[in-house]
């Protein structure tokens, strides 16, 4: 059973998502409040965190940043009524993985939290225990190990989100392909999103400051008016 934490003040909102996903099987725990939700967070193992930023005490894209300087890789779903662009930017820039906005149709809410799973690796699914050179990745410098996770670009390592990590291997799945920001949203949210958004270059931006340092070889290039590719300088 999937751990989910909901950290939310509006009690008709609590009581609907949580009624909804337990008959769903999920394993829901609850915060009222921004502190509440960092304490329940670090002292406990969740799958995904469901997080207001509206919150009474702590903003919640002070919790995603407070969570995310101890734990880099669990799911943050922002789940909340500010739904401007510049609104969804802070919270993916502050940690976040996925923006939904209120109100909301459950079923949709059910397949972002299956999405963030399964890019996770905490899918429903079983996962392989096998060890084989399918797991490895290599172009120029960088090498991903998708089994252990772990990245590194001339042998130092990299931590990544979780939808920063899912972004890199897509790009190494294509290599030297200019991929389109809709194939990008497609493959890497797996859910639709309004295209007026700027979520890739958001996360796109994101992994260029950690794969580049000053003296490597840029590896992600911007093909203006088509999209991004991933090759050699």
Not at 113 to 121: A, D, E, P, V
Not at 144 to 173: C, P, Q, W
Request: a negative charge; charged letters at 30%.
């Amino acid at each position: 059973m999937k751990k989910i934490i909901l950290i939310e003040d509006e009690s008709s909102v609590v009581s609907f998502i949580k009624k909804g996903l337990q008959e769903l099987d999920y394993e829901i725990s609850v915060a009222l409040d921004g502190s509440t939700g960092i304490k329940l967070v670090e002292d406990n193992d969740f799958d995904l965190i469901i997080l207001d930023i509206m919150l009474p005490d702590i903003n919640g894209l002070e919790v995603c940043k407070e969570i995310r300087k101890k734990n880099k890789t669990v799911p943050i779903l922002f789940l909340t009524a500010l739904d401007s662009s510049e609104n969804i930017v802070l919270g993916l820039e502050s940690g976040g993985d996925d923006y939904l906005v209120k109100p909301f149709k459950f079923i949709e809410l059910v397949a972002r939290i299956k999405s963030l799973l399964r890019r996770s690796g905490h899918s429903n699914g079983t996962e392989s225990n096998e060890i084989d050179d399918e797991n490895t990745y290599q172009f120029s410098d960088l090498t991903v190990n998708d089994y252990t996770k772990k990245v590194t670009r001339a042998g130092a390592e990299i931590s990544l989100t979780s939808t920063e990590y899912k972004l890199l291997l897509y790009f190494l799945n294509n290599p030297e392909k200019v991929i389109s920001r809709a194939e990008i949203l497609e493959a890497v949210w797996g859910v639709n999103y309004e295209l007026g958004t700027n979520v890739v270059d958001v996360y796109v931006n994101y992994l260029r400051k950690k794969l580049d340092n000053q003296d490597d070889d840029k590896l992600i290039h911007t093909v203006i008016g088509m999209g991004y590719v991933l090759k050699k300088s």
